[in-house]
Nanobody
Framework: QVQLVESGGGLVQAGGSLRLSCVAS????????MGWYRQAPGKQREMVAG???????NYADSVKGRFTISRGNAENTVYLQMNSLNPEDTAVYYC???????????????WGQGTQVTVSS
């Protein structure tokens, strides 16, 4: 089974920055894509940013220009650099990954447990 573990969440003042990390472990042949989602109280989970194996990123309009997603050199990690944070960014942030466990296997989607990001006024 593939495990994803997020870290880097916490409390930050408006205008500040945080860097989230996600590390995948387990039996992995390839990670085709990784991404970040978030869920605020009373709202649906939404996609924040995603990145494919070639390095091409995509962002939600609400974070474009403020957040940057990147893959680690080992290809089992993904980062989310969050700048110019505001209280509307407060949410639980979840890492996900599309993973092939074996070369002949189909791709499965896995999720981390989430990390809390709180932005104070």
């Amino acid at each position: 089974q593939v495990q994803l573990v997020e870290s880097g969440g916490g409390l930050v003042q408006a205008g500040g920055s945080l860097r989230l990390s996600c590390v995948a472990s387990g039996r992995i042949f390839a990670i085709n894509s990784m991404g970040w989602y978030r869920q605020a109280p009373g709202k649906q989970r939404e996609m924040v940013a995603g990145i494919i194996s070639s390095g091409s990123p995509n962002y939600a309009d609400s974070v474009k220009g403020r957040f940057t997603i990147s893959r680690g050199n080992a290809e089992n990690t993904v980062y989310l650099q969050m700048n110019s944070l505001n209280p509307e960014d407060t949410a639980v942030y979840y890492c996900n990954a599309a993973v092939q466990r074996l070369s002949f296997a189909p791709t499965g989607v896995y999720w981390g447990q989430g990390t809390q990001v709180t932005v104070s006024s």
